[in-house]
């Protein structure tokens, strides 16, 4: 590559201890994760090691309170984090992100003797997370769902599947939303469920377009007992719990594109800069030209949008609309500059040789994940004109 090819994201950060742990995932990604990322994503293998080490290294609980583990660090710079692991391989990004996720309803919504019990290993212990809410007739319409947990005297017991779960089949704990009451969102409750509970298994992992190293899984709950010290929340509290776990999930799947379309734009640059074509590089055409600038100016616009999100949570003020924003500005963005790249590298483009069709089959996913970016726009919509009028005929 060029010298004068892609440079390393120039980062606006709150604090010395900051920019060293941004040093940090670097040399982490540089050494550990890029080199073999197309390899095994190729052979759908499951990097469980790296998790490992990025839990020793106290970067799976970054957001959290230091007090139970976590790495106090503001959300301004715990989406960074994820920015650079989702542009050295989305499998990883994608992955700390859920685990992350799968940590927020204790994190927030937990008694501190629950905190006290299980964030610590959650956080730094080496083990990984998942977040059940979907089901395979439950995706964006959650106060449908149908896993149901019954009472019985001081324990509950699981039953139904859980569809679309990353990490599924390998997650040692799942935060379990399931049905306690009435239908509807008043009657969901959110537990803590180990991942090897008897009775929880999981069916093949999915087949899909990309991001063939994370496995992607129903879960099954046959008869599982939980005691109720597993319970998160109150009884019927649990659609409130996954909402606010899914508002910060959103800013972190927008930092996830963001790196998939850094990784691109990067990949493409310094194609650009290293093809001849016509006596000089192909750098120097004014179309091609244009469209690096586009590219860049979309990456730059959706850093800014989950920055400026991720800000207003670290304040304590509200910030639904601006995550809703977020996820769905960059996953579009990535979807745009990994198809641009692409079309830039020509015919190499649409090899394995190079990563940019990668990038481009793996932010697709980003679009749909965490609420599809149709349901993003609903959110948006709603929080500008007010919920929408319900019209009955009669």
Same mark, same amino acid.
């Given at each position: 590559? =060029?010298?004068?090819?892609?440079?390393?994201?120039?980062?606006?950060?709150?604090?010395?201890?900051?920019r060293?742990?941004?040093s940090l995932?670097? @040399?982490?990604?540089?050494r550990?994760?890029?080199?073999?990322?197309?390899?095994?994503?190729a &052979?759908?293998?499951f990097?469980?090691?790296?998790?490992?080490?990025?839990?020793?290294s106290?970067?799976? /609980?970054l957001?959290?309170?230091?007090?139970?583990g /976590?790495? +106090?660090?503001?959300?301004?710079?715990?989406?960074?984090?994820?920015? @650079?692991?989702a542009? %050295?391989?989305l499998?990883?990004?994608?992955?700390?992100?859920v685990?992350?996720?799968?940590?927020h &309803?204790?994190?927030?919504f937990?008694?501190k003797?629950?905190?006290?019990?299980?964030?610590? &290993?959650?956080?730094?212990?080496?083990t990984?997370?998942?977040?059940?809410?979907? *089901?395979?007739?439950?995706g964006s319409?959650? &106060? =449908?769902?149908?896993t149901?947990?019954t009472? $019985?005297? $001081? *324990?509950?017991?699981?039953?139904?599947?859980?569809a679309?779960?990353?990490?599924? /089949?390998?997650?040692?704990?799942l935060?379990?939303?399931?049905?306690?009451? #009435?239908e509807?969102?008043r009657g969901?409750?959110?537990?803590?469920?180990?991942?090897?509970a008897e009775?929880?298994?999981?069916a093949?992992?999915e087949?899909?377009?990309?991001?063939n +190293?994370s496995?992607t899984a129903?879960?099954?709950?046959? +008869?599982?007992?939980?005691?109720? %010290?597993?319970?998160? +929340? $109150?009884?019927?509290?649990?659609?409130?719990?996954?909402? =606010?776990?899914?508002e910060?999930?959103?800013?972190?799947?927008?930092?996830?594109?963001?790196?998939v379309?850094? %990784?691109?734009?990067? @990949?493409?640059?310094?194609?650009m800069?290293?093809?001849?074509?016509f006596?000089?590089?192909?750098?120097?055409?004014?179309?091609?030209?244009f469209m690096?600038?586009? !590219?860049?100016t979309?990456?730059?616009?959706g850093?800014?949008?989950?920055l400026?999100?991720?800000?207003?949570?670290?304040?304590?003020?509200?910030?639904?609309?601006?995550?809703a !924003?977020?996820?769905?500005?960059?996953? $579009?963005a990535?979807?745009? #500059?990994?198809?641009?790249?692409?079309?830039?590298?020509g015919?190499? /483009?649409?090899t394995?040789?190079?990563?940019?069709?990668?990038y481009?089959?793996?932010?697709k #996913?980003?679009?749909?994940?965490?609420?599809t970016?149709q349901?993003?726009?609903?959110?948006i919509?709603?929080?500008?004109?007010?919920?929408e009028? #319900?019209?009955?005929a009669?």
């Amino acid at each position: 590559m =060029s010298e004068h090819g892609p440079q390393p994201v120039q980062r606006r950060l709150p604090t010395q201890e900051a920019r060293d742990l941004l040093s940090l995932v670097r @040399e982490v990604a540089e050494r550990e994760i890029r080199p073999r990322a197309a390899e095994e994503e190729a &052979a759908g293998r499951f990097p469980r090691e790296i998790f490992t080490l990025l839990s020793e290294s106290g970067l799976l /609980g970054l957001p959290y309170s230091e007090e139970f583990g /976590g790495g +106090g660090q503001p959300y301004e710079v715990y989406l960074q984090v994820l920015e @650079e692991l989702a542009a %050295a391989r989305l499998t990883v990004g994608l992955g700390a992100s859920v685990h992350t996720l799968a940590c927020h &309803a204790l994190a927030v919504f937990g008694t501190k003797q629950q905190r006290a019990d299980h964030l610590p &290993a959650m956080l730094g212990g080496g083990t990984l997370g998942a977040y059940c809410l979907s *089901e395979p007739s439950s995706g964006s319409d959650a &106060a =449908s769902l149908r896993t149901r947990a019954t009472r $019985d005297g $001081d *324990e509950w017991i699981l039953d139904g599947t859980k569809a679309w779960i990353t990490h599924g /089949g390998v997650a040692d704990f799942l935060t379990v939303l399931a049905r306690t009451g #009435v239908e509807g969102p008043r009657g969901i409750t959110a537990f803590l469920v180990p991942g090897d509970a008897e009775g929880v298994s999981a069916a093949v992992p999915e087949r899909k377009m990309g991001m063939n +190293g994370s496995p992607t899984a129903q879960v099954h709950f046959d +008869g599982v007992r939980i005691p109720d %010290a597993r319970r998160i +929340g $109150d009884e019927g509290q649990g659609l409130t719990v996954a909402l =606010s776990s899914l508002e910060s999930g959103r800013l972190g799947i927008a930092a996830c594109a963001v790196g998939v379309a850094q %990784a691109a734009l990067d @990949e493409a640059l310094g194609y650009m800069l290293g093809r001849e074509q016509f006596g000089r590089p192909i750098a120097d055409f004014q179309g091609l030209r244009f469209m690096i600038a586009d !590219m860049a100016t979309q990456i730059e616009a959706g850093r800014a949008l989950y920055l400026s999100a991720a800000r207003l949570r670290d304040a304590g003020v509200p910030f639904g609309r601006e995550a809703a !924003m977020a996820k769905l500005f960059c996953t $579009d963005a990535a979807m745009r #500059v990994t198809t641009d790249a692409v079309q830039l590298l020509g015919g190499y /483009g649409y090899t394995a040789d190079f990563p940019v069709e990668r990038y481009m089959r793996e932010a697709k #996913v980003l679009q749909i994940v965490e609420g599809t970016n149709q349901i993003q726009r609903m959110v948006i919509a709603r929080e500008l004109a007010g919920p929408e009028s #319900v019209r009955r005929a009669g």
